[in-house]
């Protein structure tokens, strides 16, 4: 798991010219004159960040790398959060009326952030409101996805005769992945090699600058794996060395925050046309942030294909972590149908979210039908991020069928077709482009 990271550095004016084509422009701002848009993309930013200056949602803000003149006084009181929704409310209001003019753009896209943060204020000033599905639609911009519950019974058939033995699947599935534990003490090389990997072949596709770097800290203060991009080329990635326990684990967790995952998203939207200072934050709960989530899922398949990942399994990771490499291939396949299951565990988490089942009716469903080996983790975590949780299976679906069909489409190689995903991330243009197949005209790919 990653919460969403964060952000950007100032960028050289010489970039302007790709700005214009990245985010559209006016008849006076092609002709020299101010951009009517920019005072409201202001106005985003500075209540964004009062959002994160209100006690008990100072993490809303992820991070923040634009004018510091946007930014509350530190002497300023926080304002309440029925202030800041009256506010942005209000904001959203005049980015629409604007938008009236000149459809499209630049305006179009803050319309977009806008609403997603006057709903996400919404929320943290009346929890629960909104059910699942409202929530998914309002602060991420998501849509549920339909369960294909003969698709379930496909897969749980295929990994019962995969795991024999007395008991049910989930308990010899947990029997089973008790054997691929990696010791305490090899944790951190494993997962060291598993990144100078996921590097290795994310650099084959994509330039990255020179000079970028990932500093990687273990510690026991994060729940699993926790990604903040610094700006500059800079990220640092904080690990609990229970996220990387299974053999497994080091090559997802790699390849998901780092290479071509978060570090390397953050990178590529630096290297593009410079950000319009709403793309100056990174907000914790919002729609850009869920697609980086399932972006980054998808890279993980995209940069270890299944026959590629055992034989790398069998030659690397296996032997550094004392388990016979032989075991690999099974492993593998294992590892696969079980991550085809994370989609049946959205109506579960939908249901309990909403009222409709007991925790304890979730956890049992959720170990049963999605094979989840700590499903209170998993709801826990739910009653803190509720449909951000959709990042990790929606997502990661919305953002494979974008690439398979553009790539299709245009003969591009996924791994461009995914860059242009994570360098400029409009929600938007992932159904746009996919289902119309039209070339993209704002300078990518």
Request: glycine letters at 8%.
């Amino acid at each position: 798991m990653s919460p969403p990271v964060s952000t950007w550095t100032p960028w050289l004016p010489a970039l302007a010219a790709l700005m214009i084509l990245a985010f559209g422009c006016r008849p006076s701002c092609a002709a020299g004159g101010p951009d009517p848009v920019q005072p409201l993309a202001d106005a985003f930013v500075s209540l964004a960040l009062q959002l994160g200056h209100v006690p008990g949602h100072e993490a809303e803000v992820d991070s923040y790398f634009g004018p510091p003149s946007l930014a509350p006084a530190a002497t300023t009181a926080p304002r309440t959060l029925a202030q800041l929704s009256a506010a942005a409310h209000e904001l959203e209001a005049d980015i629409r009326h604007e938008q009236q003019g000149a459809p499209g753009g630049r305006g179009e896209r803050l319309l977009g952030q806008a609403r997603s943060l006057a709903a996400l204020i919404d929320g943290l000033q009346r929890p629960h409101q909104l059910s699942f599905a409202q929530e998914a639609a309002a602060v991420y911009a998501m849509s549920m996805p339909v369960a294909d519950s003969r698709a379930t019974q496909r897969t749980l058939r295929a990994l019962d005769a995969l795991l024999p033995g007395p008991g049910g699947v989930a308990e010899r599935l947990e029997a089973y992945q008790a054997h691929f534990v990696i010791p305490p003490g090899r944790r951190k090389v494993v997962f060291e090699r598993a990144l100078q990997a996921c590097r290795a072949r994310t650099l084959r596709h994509w330039n990255l600058p020179a000079g970028e770097r990932l500093d990687v800290e273990w510690t026991d203060d994060v729940p699993a794996a926790w990604h903040r991009y610094r700006g500059g080329g800079r990220s640092t990635l904080q690990i609990n060395p229970q996220a990387v326990a299974l053999v497994g684990q080091a090559l997802d967790v790699a390849c998901h925050e780092a290479y071509p995952g978060h570090h390397a998203q953050f990178l590529l939207m630096e290297q593009k046309a410079g950000p319009a200072v709403e793309d100056t934050i990174a907000m914790l709960h919002s729609p850009v942030s869920v697609l980086r989530e399932g972006a980054a899922n998808f890279g993980i398949e995209l940069a270890f294909p299944v026959a590629e990942r055992v034989a790398f399994d069998r030659q690397v990771l296996f032997p550094l972590a004392g388990i016979d490499p032989a075991l690999a291939e099974r492993y593998e396949r294992v590892s696969a149908f079980v991550a085809d299951l994370s989609v049946a565990t959205v109506p579960i988490l939908a249901a309990y979210r909403d009222g409709r089942t007991s925790f304890g009716e979730a956890a049992a469903e959720l170990e049963t039908s999605a094979l989840i080996g700590s499903p209170q983790a998993l709801l826990r975590f739910l009653d803190e991020e509720g449909a951000y949780t959709l990042g990790y299976t929606a997502a990661r679906e919305r953002v494979r069928h974008y690439v398979e069909a553009r790539s299709a489409c245009t003969g591009q190689d996924p791994w461009r077709v995914l860059a242009e995903v994570v360098s400029t991330p409009q929600v938007a243009v992932l159904d746009q482009g996919a289902a119309h197949c039209v070339p993209r005209t704002d300078g990518i790919g």
